[in-house]
């Protein structure tokens, strides 16, 4: 089991023995940025198979399935066409930051993931803020959505990129204060000891943030935040190709499209993955006796399921309107996880005196009541819809 | 001696951006230019080793400031506008004075103090847990104080943002809208009318 576990461990030590030792940190660094590119450049391919092949079984359709077996071999089809197509960049455009922006949006998300615990000592480097290296690189893709939109010089453009920002700015503010229960209750900043926080089983079931109320909570509105925050349907609104063509993205072809294609998958995977981590034990088995699994499976399992999730809901709920999408996130999401912070503390403070079980009906209590509360003082004032055009 | 190098080049990279952010003639490059800038002070953090303070650096003012100027360049000046009058203001003499001003109030207490004499340790670290334990039990008062004075300055700006009266039904047959010469050919906006 162990040996298995540990095989990429093992294999890197094994890589760097032959490397002099002057060089070996460099060396340490290059191999983990090789895997990290290979592993999710190779993702980024899947998930875009496995998406259209999803969207086509919920829309009642087959999907693509002409190149290779079942069309699983579109990616390639896909690459090469976005490599040898023309790269068109407008005359009035700002030739400098039209170039940067698919740049500035790609290279900062890969960095993201030098953070995230893949397995059992599997992350690339060790940092003791992890948490705040990851927002932080995260938060130059609203520069790179702005500098897309604004370059293109087009109003469509200009309007997705706002779209984009004010968006983006209104959902990060959700998405990082629904991580502060996890942080308050492992009392560090450090992923790979917020895996270990949860590493423990009770009655053979793993303790993940996921099965107390705080950690359910925090999941669901962690979740919603990520959707909005990587820019995906139902809150697709800077790209809405039926409503401004395509956004930010409109002036852009080729490769460049591609990379600004590539990055929004990868923001993706980045959340996906501190989701996991943060919420779902990390690479932490589910059961005490699912132990000889590698943790890196368990890890990239997790990993997937979340991204199925994604797929479906994309599939599933319709694109909301611009007003619903910033009401949604300010009057609703934020005071909820503001609830939820006050109801890690209740968490805490009550563990020496209240019994498991009650405690969780507490807590459980007081999130669903101020929900409850919220959501009816919320449509107090609106009257039944009334429809002008279609009755 | 390759931190030095690396001090080297973060210097030239962030002054060549700050400088950028003041000499370029289209605001919104001036704005990318001092987001650039940023995050160069971000990096020299880094070789300070204070991780905290340059991902903090990171987050709040590449993500959030530069963003919020851009906002308010795009929202003021509109986009369109290619700046042809010179960049430089005529009243230099006074933004030299109020600049040396500035720096002299820095420098003094930090070269008047005592930290300089400091023997620097050998592993320059600040772990997150010891700045928020400092922040919270020896610097609880600035750190409230700072609090209050973003919150004052947040509900200055919605003061400021909302219409000061109340909207009415039939605005379009308002008398005192004298703004468009001709009312029929250009509609009054709700806008137009509150600030008559």
């Known amino acids: ?391 | 001696m390759p931190n030095k190098i690396t001090f080297c080049l973060t210097v030239v990279f962030t002054l060549s951006a700050a400088v950028a952010a003041i000499r370029l003639r289209n605001p919104v490059h001036c704005a990318l230019s001092a987001a650039l800038a940023f995050a160069g002070l971000a990096v020299a953090f880094l070789g300070l080793d204070a991780e905290f303070i340059a991902f903090a650096q990171i987050l709040v003012y590449v993500g959030a400031i530069s963003i919020l100027s851009i906002f308010a360049v795009l929202l003021t000046r509109g986009t369109e506008v290619e700046p042809t009058a010179a960049v430089f203001s005529r009243s230099w003499i006074t933004g030299i004075a109020i600049t040396l001003g500035t720096a002299a109030a820095i420098l003094v207490p930090i070269f008047s103090s005592s930290i300089l004499y400091k023997i620097a340790p050998a592993v320059a670290s600040a772990p997150v847990q010891m700045i928020g334990t400092e922040l919270m039990t020896h610097y609880l008062l600035p750190m409230e104080v700072m609090g209050l004075l973003l919150t004052s300055a947040l509900i200055g700006a919605v003061v400021i943002a909302m219409s000061d009266r109340p909207e009415k039904k039939d605005d379009s047959s308002h008398p005192s809208v004298t703004r468009y010469p001709s009312a029929e050919s250009k509609p009054a906006t709700k806008r137009d009318l509150t600030t008559v």
């Open chain 1, 1 to 391: 089991m162990n040996s298995l576990d540990q095989i990429f461990v093992t294999l890197k030590q094994w890589l760097l023995s032959y490397v002099p030792t002057d060089f070996q940190p460099v060396g340490s660094a290059l191999l983990s940025i090789v895997a990290i590119i290979a592993v999710f450049g190779t993702a980024f391919a899947l998930t875009t198979i496995l998406e259209r092949k999803g969207l086509g079984r919920i829309q009642n359709r087959p999907g693509p399935n002409r190149v290779g077996p079942c069309g699983f071999l579109q990616p390639m089809a896909d690459a090469v066409k976005m490599l040898t197509k023309e790269d068109i960049v407008p005359y009035a455009a700002d030739k400098v930051l039209h170039y940067l922006a698919p740049i500035v949006l790609t290279v900062p998300i890969w960095l993201a993931f030098a953070v995230l615990p893949f397995g059992r000592n599997m992350s690339a480097i060790e940092l003791d803020a992890s948490i705040v290296f990851f927002f932080a690189v995260g938060s130059a893709s609203e520069l790179a959505v702005f500098m897309a939109g604004w370059s293109s010089h087009n109003k469509y453009s200009l309007i997705g990129a706002m779209r984009g920002i004010a968006q983006m700015i209104s959902y990060e503010v959700p998405l990082v204060l629904s991580t502060v229960p996890v942080l308050m209750l492992s009392g560090t900043l450090n992923l790979n000891e917020i895996v270990n926080a949860q590493s423990g089983f009770s009655f053979g079931v793993g303790q993940w943030n996921v099965f107390t109320p705080w950690g359910a909570a925090g999941f669901l509105l962690f979740m919603i935040a990520a959707t909005a925050e990587s820019n995906r349907a139902p809150f697709d609104l800077p790209e809405g190709e039926s409503e401004i063509i395509a956004g930010f993205l409109t002036e852009y072809s080729g490769f460049k499209y591609a990379l600004f294609f590539l990055g929004e998958y990868l923001g993706l995977f980045a959340v996906t993955g501190l989701a996991v981590t943060l919420f779902l034990g990390g690479w932490n088995a589910p059961l005490a006796f699912l132990n000889v699994v590698p943790s890196w499976l368990w890890f990239f399992a997790k990993f997937g399921a979340l991204i199925a999730v994604f797929i479906w809901a994309r599939g599933t709920v319709p694109r909301l309107r611009f007003d619903q999408l910033l009401n949604f996130a300010w009057k609703f999401i934020v005071p909820l996880t503001l609830v939820n912070i006050a109801v890690a503390g209740i968490w805490y403070f009550s563990s020496d005196h209240l019994a498991y079980a009650v405690r969780w009906l507490i807590c459980a209590g007081i999130f669903l009541g101020f929900y409850e509360l919220l959501g009816r003082f919320l449509s107090l004032k609106r009257a039944p819809r009334t429809y002008r055009y279609a009755e």
